[in-house]
């Protein structure tokens, strides 16, 4: 309650009053009820809180997914001089998954292990992220979706690769287990590349990115003919979908901060997020998906690879590792010219579809929801290399909690207040853990970035400008009371980090006392009607630190209308930031956000040097 109180104080004060009251009232009230009840279901279950945090985060949440839920990963691009050196690639790196799927089917994964001085708790992580990721698939629901579990007896042992917006089946294991060979899997690729585009052709595909009771209904259309059925099943039952997307987005999707920041062609970093976010819409690459399959590699016929995942089947570290050492594992091998015989295997099987009127306009209103959705998406990217994380360390700060700072600041400086903020803690310490809220808003925070915006104008910002700021000829803060002020910051933060990774986080445990009072037929405690509780519920700064091996470029779509998503990879070079915003909502623009990021993270390195020099 204490924790939840300071949220208060930081980001709607004028609530804080009757906030206390309430509280007052939930401790001497109802509280200490639901909580003996919540410590009885945790004598009964794996993990408290799963079933309940997948239903409030994922499964209930009527959103479409591209954008709003799945996020996107754009590797280093690949350099094909034709169809077959690509399908060498592809075959080779699905021969690697099936290898991968094989220890997961024999449980022979390394158990992960972090540095850890707190004994109760241990360094073990939970591995069951990683053993479910390929074995999950979320079906839509016209209340709520449904998580459905797969039998690997009878599931994964086929892939389903989407070309020009169709489908098709190779199988990757025979009965006996066999596993297709690599000659033959790039047969089998080969003749899907050499398909041409059929202007007629539907892209069913598309209804997957509709909200998610829309959904629901329309995929009950398509299961009433059992060609269909058969062609849904096997959606739901591969092991993942490759795309092999065959146009590239054009440059009206370019937004990066540096101009010259190309990623390949004439195709920058926002380009190729955006890419793998939504694919550019049914004009582009949007058809060939089926957003509900947990993992999608895409390959574009520039080099893109990358990938997009269904989110509540796990978070990016389970997903991005296995992404990367398979990647690079393929990337180590010899590059010899394959000798390719006549095929003994059957032709991909193209799923066909028996579409009625109703399945025709289902496809329609998602092409036209779609296309919005993604024409509402706004994205910047910031590579920031004016220092690294080495600076940040030998300043004996958390890069994490460093750019986390960095990210109030800049929400400050564009909008006067803090907000509710949401940064994923990773809670694999506990079995079956998947994450907790790190919040960065704090009555401390609050009181440094007031120092530090002393003066501040972004009146040159307006139009995404650093210089010509403007500041006042007087001084509030010292520089010396300043930097008192960040340090009281960096400890606040600092703690909460820890204590949220560590199991003492606020929003866990808030929603278990909420879902207990529910599910035990109770009045919902009067404090979670507040609207002070809305607001701080209400995350208008969604970040996330992305870390991979590589220069990769991550990121997802605000989770709220008017708010902003913001990715981070924290890299030895630098920083990658992935910002977004919605065009919609005409506070929020994700380059003024990336500018004024810029200059809050130059002048955060300017108030450490005028420090230690003073």
């Not at 393929?330 to 590059?335: E, G, L, N, S």
Request: aromatic share 10%.
């Amino acid at each position: 309650m204490q924790k939840y109180l300071a949220q208060v104080e930081a980001i709607a004060p004028q609530h804080l009053e009757k906030s206390r009251n309430l509280v007052k009232a939930f401790l001497s009230g109802s509280g200490p009820k639901l909580q003996q009840r919540l410590i009885e279901r945790r004598q009964s279950t794996i993990n408290w809180a799963t079933e309940w945090w997948l239903k409030d985060m994922y499964l209930s949440i009527p959103l479409a997914l591209p954008i709003n839920s799945n996020p996107g990963l754009s590797a280093r691009p690949k350099h094909f001089s034709n169809y077959q050196e690509a399908a060498v690639f592809l075959a080779r790196f699905l021969i690697e998954l099936l290898n991968y799927q094989e220890i997961l089917d024999k449980k022979e994964l390394n158990v992960e292990k972090i540095k850890s001085t707190d004994k109760e708790i241990g360094s073990s992580l939970c591995m069951n992220q990683q053993y479910q990721i390929f074995s999950l698939y979320r079906r839509p629901g016209l209340e709520i979706d449904e998580h459905v579990h797969l039998d690997r007896v009878t599931a994964g042992n086929h892939i389903i690769v989407a070309h020009h917006n169709q489908f098709y089946r190779i199988s990757v294991r025979s009965d006996d287990k066999k596993s297709i060979t690599e000659i033959e899997l790039i047969q089998q690729i080969l003749q899907i590349m050499e398909v041409p585009a059929d202007t007629k052709s539907v892209p069913v595909g598309i209804l997957t990115s509709n909200k998610r009771p829309i959904w629901a209904k329309a995929r009950k259309e398509l299961l009433k003919n059992d060609c269909n059925r058969h062609n849904i099943e096997l959606l739901e039952r591969c092991l993942c979908i490759v795309c092999l997307d065959d146009q590239v987005l054009p440059k009206t999707f370019n937004n990066s901060v540096n101009p010259n920041d190309l990623w390949i062609g004439e195709r920058d970093y926002a380009n190729v997020l955006h890419h793998a976010l939504h694919g550019g819409g049914s004009r582009f690459c949007g058809g060939n998906r089926w957003f509900d399959k947990t993992v999608h590699f895409i390959l574009g016929k520039d080099g893109f690879w990358g990938l997009t995942y269904e989110h509540s089947a796990g978070e990016a570290p389970a997903i991005f590792k296995i992404f990367e050492e398979l990647t690079e594992k393929v990337d180590r091998m010899p590059t010899t010219e394959k000798h390719l015989l006549s095929s003994h295997l059957p032709a991909p099987e193209k799923l066909k579809w028996l579409l009625s009127d109703q399945s025709y306009s289902d496809i329609h209103e998602a092409i036209i929801m779609f296309d919005t959705l993604v024409e509402d998406l706004d994205l910047c990217i910031l590579w920031f290399e004016d220092y690294s994380k080495e600076f940040v360390k030998n300043c004996n700060i958390s890069p994490d909690v460093y750019v986390q700072l960095a990210l109030q600041l800049t929400y400050f400086r564009l909008h006067g207040s803090l907000v509710a903020t949401y940064e994923s803690a990773g809670i694999r310490r506990f079995a079956h853990g998947r994450v907790d809220v790190i919040r960065a808003a704090s009555p401390e925070t609050l009181a440094w970035v007031k120092a530090m915006c002393q003066g501040y104008s972004d009146d040159a910002n307006e139009h995404g400008q650093e210089e010509g700021t403007k500041r006042v000829q007087f001084t509030i803060y010292s520089n010396q009371r300043t930097i008192e002020l960040f340090n009281l910051a960096i400890q606040r933060q600092t703690k909460e980090m820890l204590d949220n990774i560590t199991g003492f986080g606020m929003d866990n445990h808030l929603m278990g006392l909420r879902y207990i009072a529910m599910e035990s037929g109770e009045t919902i405690p009067e404090l979670f009607n507040d609207e002070a509780y809305k607001i701080t519920q209400h995350f208008t700064l969604s970040t996330s630190q992305i870390t991979t091996k590589n220069d990769t470029i991550g990121g997802y779509g605000p989770v709220v209308p008017d708010g902003y998503g913001c990715g981070y990879n924290i890299r030895k070079n630098g920083f990658i930031f992935s910002c977004s915003a919605f065009q919609s909502n005409e506070n929020t623009n994700a380059r003024k956000f990336a500018v004024t990021l810029r200059k809050s993270l130059q002048d955060m390195a300017s108030m450490l040097k005028n420090s230690k020099q003073s």
